[in-house]
């Protein structure tokens, strides 16, 4: 019988994989507090509802990737695509739009059934954060610049380009959105058929095509900056200074676009050349009608998401092991000893393991093995004179140290 393997776009996080993964997750949960950002955990399926109100019906991921189902009760629900939405309808859930702002951190596997490839699985997981209810453009400033520490602290920042974008108004989309038709209208023959729809339906999607002949065209195309009204346009301004203030370095991409209403004012995303063709590693925007879409008041909103795969990839090294201690008892008298000593170990705070058989020969040799950086032997001598022997097994030294004070001397 052949052995059974993960679903296809699917993996096992063992080992050093998880270690790092592991490592992105404890660095950004650390690094988002120091901003204010409380961690909240969503489920993992949701009402369908919660992703087709808020991803937009035309949308690939609604209607080629989500994982649907009728559950036994006859609910239609859904593996989370990704945590915005889950987070904005949990605001509302739980009677949070009176209490503003909330600063949210997640993390967490999100679903979409797509082409795997490197850095992308059927199964993913990412971190976020969301800071909802502020409507000043200090607060898209302070949440990019959580996003840049994180990506500094993790040690990837270099080779990381911050790339920001205005979406305006709704009065500088509506009128930005009616230059971009007249513009596709025109090379309409030169559009692939999937950019046609989108001219009929969300125009500006059409700008995050990846067809070849479609960019050509969007090269050409025009940008939002003419059409913004002087809020907006002071808005942006505010914005590119803060980000100054605050130290994070930044280029103007006015290609960056999110197609649905929802969506106002901030788009920005982070990139690398390090990933091959995959290059966006954090990205993110202001989203001011998301909690409205809930079923909420109107609510100001501002947040990122990053893949935690993307970023585990660009760690510059492998995640050691933690190095523990070996406690290895000799002869069954000495064993009832071991034991107290281990949990003393432990109950420190320290990794500790006891083997479960074999000579002090080859005890010894699995402590090596396992990277462990000490040796506490245990034998009936040393247990009448209520000692043990330590052995440093990077140097070879060895101390003789009473069991009250060896997790003390280890630490």
Known sequence: MNALQPVRGTSDLIGDDHRRHLHVIDTARHVAATYGFD???TPIFEDTRVFARTLG????????EMYSFVDRGGEDVT????????????LVSNGLTQSLPQKVFYAGPMFRYERPQKGRYRQFHQIGCELIGPSEPLADAEVIACGWDILTALGIADGVVLEVNTLGDRDSRDAY?????AYFSEHRVGLSQESQHRLDHNPMRILDSKDDADRRLVAHAPTIA???????AAFYTRLKDYLARFGVPFRENPRIVRGLDYYSHTAFEFVTSRLGAQGTVMAGGRYDGLVEEMGGPPTPAVGWAAGIERLSMLLADDRPVPRGIAVIPVGDVAEAAALEVLQSLRHAGLRAEIGYRGNLKRRMERASKTGARAAVILGEAEVGRGVAQVKNLDSGTQAEVPLTEVAAHLR
């Not at 019906?57 to 080629?64: A, L």
């Not at 959105?177 to 038709?181: C, I």
């Open 39 to 41: 961690q909240w955990a």
């Open 79 to 90: 593996l989370r695509p990704e945590g915005t939405a889950g987070v904005c309808r949990a």
């Open 226 to 232: 003419p059409y913004l009204t002087e809020a907006a």
């Open 177 to 181: 959105r009616a230059a971009l038709v």
């Open 57 to 64: 019906d035309t949308s690939d991921v609604v209607t080629k």
